[in-house]
T-cell receptor, first 113, second 115 residues
């Protein structure tokens, strides 16, 4: 198992552009999450999924979309990028609803200019 | 608004000392509590979790929980320079179905251990 893999590691977008942040896990975890982390701040939940075909909004979903067509993949789509979306994005997974640890990917550093 | 508060630091301790990291939370119904360590430029990693009032020890780390005071802390004994990182407190609020992914994170406390 390689865990949670995020691509790309870094990206610079111009205002109004769109992109997809990729996240895949090979641990057969049902639960997957997208967080963003701004400098000096904690993690904010954007979207999460409890299984293939099921997604739900977190604390800060505006400007983002997700899909979960397979257990392994949970891409995050940014439409019409804005400077406020400059952040580090972390994808995470966990196996079930109890307090199993979150397994984080290495993050994607996104700058919107 | 459910909140988790931490002193942002930096907290500086000498090598070998005890580092004490504190966290308060607003949701009295919160059931479980977590400490994550995050090195600069890296992703968070779980250090400890605690559900019940009292202390829980794991090696050099001790988590302490006081639900009446809505307070959770992390003690690091015999601090090492390799412990220098940001420590994130996270709380699983009541009513969210128990998924750890619905955690509310504090902003983190930056710890610096000086040799």
């Amino acid at each position: 198992n390689t865990g949670v893999t995020q691509t790309p590691k870094f990206r610079i977008l111009k205002i109004g552009q769109s992109m997809t942040l990729q996240c895949t896990q090979d641990m057969n975890h049902n639960y997957m999450y997208w967080y963003r982390q701004d400098p000096g701040m904690g993690l904010k939940l954007i979207y999460y999924s409890v299984g293939a075909g099921i997604t739900d909004k977190g604390e800060v979903p505006n400007g983002y979309n997700v899909s979960r067509s397979t257990t392994e993949d949970f891409p995050l789509r940014l439409e019409l990028a804005a400077p406020s979306q400059t952040s580090v994005y972390f994808c995470a997974s966990s196996p079930r609803t109890d307090n199993s640890p979150l397994h984080f990917g290495n993050g994607t550093r996104l700058t919107v200019t | 608004q459910k909140e988790v508060e931490q002193n942002s630091g930096p907290l500086s301790v000498p090598e070998g000392a005890i580092a004490s990291l504190n966290c308060t939370y607003s949701d009295r119904g919160s059931q479980s509590f977590f400490w994550y360590r995050q090195y600069s430029g890296k992703s968070p990693e779980l250090i400890m979790f605690i559900y019940s009032n009292g202390d829980k020890e794991d090696g050099r780390f001790t988590a302490q929980l006081n639900k009446a005071s809505q307070y959770v802390s992390l003690l690091i004994r015999d601090s090492q320079p390799s412990d220098s990182a940001t420590y994130l407190c996270a709380v699983n609020p009541g009513g969210y179905g128990g998924s750890q992914g619905n955690l509310i994170f504090g902003k983190g406390t930056k710890l610096s251990v000086k040799p």
